[in-house]
């Protein structure tokens, strides 16, 4: 699949591409980027793409025209299939970003032309005519769009095959459906004992059962006190089962995560 990243910072997603796991993603084509720069479509001898809002304000807005140009240059690039890729816009208005949303992206055909604004925002405008979908990271503000982008990129990138060391990596991961949209359980490694805390015993246990009784019951208890929606939609798609919902009930929230009473 293949993105166009309309960006006035492409340099910024050079190191993003060519860094850990995700890169393979990039290296193999099994996710394509060209990086696009409004600022040359713009014209006279600054290539503006920014003004004044009309209305006053302490800041400048993205000028449509040069953003339309670039448009028109993505869409004339490549096979006729990208006339069809859709328009997102990276904004604090936009739906945030989900695991659902996500695995939808890791398998579209098309892709998509990702829009970084910058500066005070875009013209309003160009957004009605020409953007398709707006994606937030959530409700704070940053100063582009660039870092949800790779943010984006990024959750898409490592859903491709081959990418993870193991296949199954993510299918363990948060929100994922295989543990019924709940958070995953906590993880330890080498040594047994650190700074005087042990791992917790069912992990050392080599019975696999009793791991993944441990695991469930964890993901179960971290969900609870960290993402009580979360326990709230798994019950309302009747996702829990009578195991999960005596562990809710028995789990006292004041006790740290990770301890192994349950």
């Not at 020409?130 to 503000?141: A, E, K, R, W």
């Not at 309302?236 to 789990?251: I, S």
Request: hydrophobic fraction near 40%; include cysteine; charged fraction near 20%.
């Amino acid at each position: 699949m293949r993105f166009d990243i309309m960006t006035l910072f492409p340099e910024m997603f050079e190191s993003f591409m060519a860094s850990g796991v995700t890169r393979r993603a990039f290296d193999s084509e099994q996710i394509r980027v060209r990086l696009w720069n409004p600022r040359d479509q713009a014209t006279g001898n600054y290539r503006r793409v920014d003004d004044r809002p009309f209305g006053g304000g302490p800041s400048m807005v993205m000028m449509a025209e040069p953003l339309w140009l670039c448009v028109q240059a993505i869409r004339a690039d490549g096979p006729p299939g990208r006339t069809q890729a859709p328009l997102l816009f990276f904004a604090p208005h936009g739906q945030v970003l989900s695991h659902a949303m996500v695995s939808d992206w890791a398998t579209a055909e098309t892709g998509a032309v990702l829009l970084c604004g910058r500066y005070e925002g875009v013209d309003q405008r160009f957004i009605d005519a020409h953007v398709d979908g707006h994606i937030s990271l959530g409700d704070f503000v940053l100063s582009g769009g660039e870092i949800p982008a790779m943010a984006f990129l990024d959750a898409v990138a490592r859903l491709q095959p081959g990418v993870l060391h193991d296949p199954d990596s993510h299918a363990h991961d948060s929100f994922n459906p295989r543990l019924d949209g709940l958070l995953d359980c906590p993880h330890f490694t080498r040594p047994e004992v650190w700074q005087g805390q042990s791992v917790p015993e069912p992990l050392l246990s080599g019975h696999h059962g009793h791991i993944e009784r441990w695991r469930r019951q964890q993901s179960l208890s971290q969900t609870a006190r960290l993402r009580p929606d979360l326990i709230a939609a798994a019950r309302t798609q009747q996702k829990l089962t009578p195991d999960d919902e005596a562990c809710l009930a028995a789990y006292t929230f004041a006790r740290p995560v990770g301890k192994s009473e349950l």
